[in-house]
């Protein structure tokens, strides 16, 4: 079976600074691996995957995230936060042979003040 | 959200009711899913369907049941309310191939009371 644990349930953040929002999975197979974002009174929004490749992955709103198979991490990054990134970050995963199930971590609440 | 409807957005029902949610999509996916969102526990699976009359168990399926009599409408049915749950429900579908991943509806805010 597969988890996501999402280590910190808030990060604060003054605006522009860089931020890091972690997520760790446990799997005994390969996986895909998902950051997804909601802002308030809203649903998911994808912000970016790893399914292969190059496993520095660049999403939306100038966010990347790094795949690290022998930490079992897939840490999410920005450089410079605003005061619009303030939202709930998800981190999921699905094994590759079994793509029905996507199993998410329990999120992490990203404030940023200015 | 890639032609995805829930309704109601929102609800208030009595414990002991029954309640549906409907969520209809536009683009003839073959996979649908329902998700609960709960403070603490992130998103789990209640059910899911991978095509018309096909359907399977989640996380967290006690107390719900699904149909699928067309490809574009997933309901979840809860048989009788109860407190425990009042949540967010979420309605997804999945997109295989190079594109692979899942799209969420806006979420039905349910409240029972």
């Known amino acids: 079976a597969q988890s996501v644990t999402q280590l910190d349930s808030q990060v604060p953040v003054f605006e522009e600074a860089p931020v890091e929002l972690r997520c760790n999975y446990s799997?005994?197979?390969?996986?895909?691996l998902f950051w997804y974002v909601q802002y308030p009174n809203q649903g998911l929004q994808l912000l970016l995957k790893?399914?292969?490749?190059?496993?520095l992955v660049k999403g939306i709103n100038g966010f990347e995230a790094e795949f690290n198979k022998s930490q079992t991490s897939f840490h999410l990054r920005k450089p410079s936060v605003h005061i619009s990134d303030t939202a709930e970050y998800f981190c999921a995963v699905t094994p590759f042979y079994n793509t029905d199930k996507l199993i998410f971590g329990t999120g992490t609440r990203l404030q940023v003040f200015p | 959200d890639a032609g995805i409807t829930q309704s109601p957005r929102h609800k208030v029902t009595e414990t002991g009711t029954p309640v549906t949610l409907r969520c209809h999509q536009t683009e003839n996916h073959r996979y649908m899913y329902w998700y609960r969102q709960d403070p603490g526990h992130g998103l789990r699976l209640i059910h899911y369907s991978y095509g018309v009359k096909d359907t399977d168990k989640g996380e967290v399926s006690d107390g719900y049941s699904v149909s699928r009599s067309k490809t574009e409408d997933f309901l979840l049915t809860l048989e009788s309310a109860t407190s425990s749950q009042t949540s967010v429900y979420f309605c997804?579908?999945?997109?295989?191939?190079?594109?692979?991943?899942?799209?969420f509806g806006s979420g039905t805010r349910l409240t029972v009371v």
């Open positions: 790893y399914l292969s490749g190059s496993t």
């Open positions: 799997s005994s197979v390969s996986v895909y």
């Open positions: 997804a579908i999945s997109v295989s191939g190079d594109n692979y991943g899942y799209t």
